[in-house]
């Protein structure tokens, strides 16, 4: 999935979010947001989330996957952002089963935020100098 270049976005609580949760199951890989992607008042910019807490509605209770969903080589490149709460979130689960992996963050500015990047879990990646504020991955 790509998305960009030349997007412009205003007005969501969390502009650019890639959510899961042990419930779901599956993958999320190979996402690709930017160049040229101008986010304005927002709460959040980025946030990624292997916690979402809302299991599927589809899956009969109790239903579990048979494996930990997987969320890898996510990149954000080329954003500029406005927000009045965080730049943004990554939140991994919880060991070496479910990590939230492969992060790449470039060229991307968030200005007017109270809290730069909050992580949570097993998240890594890796991030370029014109990434401000700098992250926690």
């Not at 412009?8 to 992607?37: C, D, E, I, N, Q």
């Not at 479910?98 to 109270?114: E, H, K, Q, W």
Request: include cysteine.
């Amino acid at each position: 999935l790509t998305v960009g270049p030349n997007v412009s976005m205003s007005a969501f609580h969390r502009a650019l979010f890639v959510k899961t949760a042990a419930t779901r199951g599956g993958y999320v890989r190979g996402v690709r947001v930017g160049p040229g992607v101008m986010v304005r008042s927002t709460e959040e910019v980025i946030a990624v989330l292997r916690n979402y807490s809302d299991p599927n509605p589809a899956n009969p209770p109790g239903w579990a996957p048979l494996r930990p969903s997987q969320v890898s080589n996510l990149a954000f490149q080329g954003v500029t952002a406005t927000t009045t709460l965080a730049a943004g979130q990554f939140a991994g689960g919880d060991g070496a089963s479910a990590p939230l992996d492969g992060l790449f963050l470039s060229d991307i500015t968030v200005r007017n935020f109270s809290i730069p990047w909050l992580c949570s879990g097993n998240v890594s990646g890796r991030w370029t100098a014109d990434v401000a504020p700098t992250p926690c991955i």
